[in-house]
């Protein structure tokens, strides 16, 4: 379970880095994805400090857990976000919310206990 665990947030991290780091910088696709939800671009600013602090959650023992809850609920948002209003490209943010949705479930222990396993 530890290298399982070890290995997911790995691709995790990776992913919501380079997905913040991406909204942060203006990439051009991002810039219109966001144009088209409509709520303007400070929300763009927000999904990539949410994305990326996220991804820093889940190095850190304590609040792994609430890292990857907080990733799975963004993916939530934007599995939706595809459906309703950007088209059905929701696969990606559909597999990254079950990956987070994974790392809840391995280390759900700590949910109750509130002690790293």
């Not at 992913?15 to 051009?28: H, M, P, R």
């Not at 889940?58 to 609920?73: F, M, S, T, Y």
Request: hydrophobic share 60%; proline share 3%; aromatic share 8%.
């Amino acid at each position: 379970m530890k290298y399982l665990s070890i290995g997911l947030r790995g691709l995790l991290t990776i992913a919501f880095i380079v997905a913040g780091s991406a909204k942060l910088a203006g990439v051009e696709m991002m810039v219109q994805t966001f144009e088209a939800v409509g709520i303007g671009q400070w929300f763009r600013y927000l999904t990539a400090l949410i994305e990326i602090g996220g991804a820093i959650l889940l190095w850190i023992p304590a609040l792994r857990v609430k890292g990857a809850a907080l990733l799975a609920v963004t993916m939530v948002g934007a599995v939706l976000a595809h459906l309703l209003i950007l088209g059905p490209s929701a696969v990606p943010a559909l597999i990254l919310g079950t990956i987070a949705g994974a790392i809840v479930y391995l280390h759900r222990a700590e949910i109750w206990s509130g002690q790293p396993s």
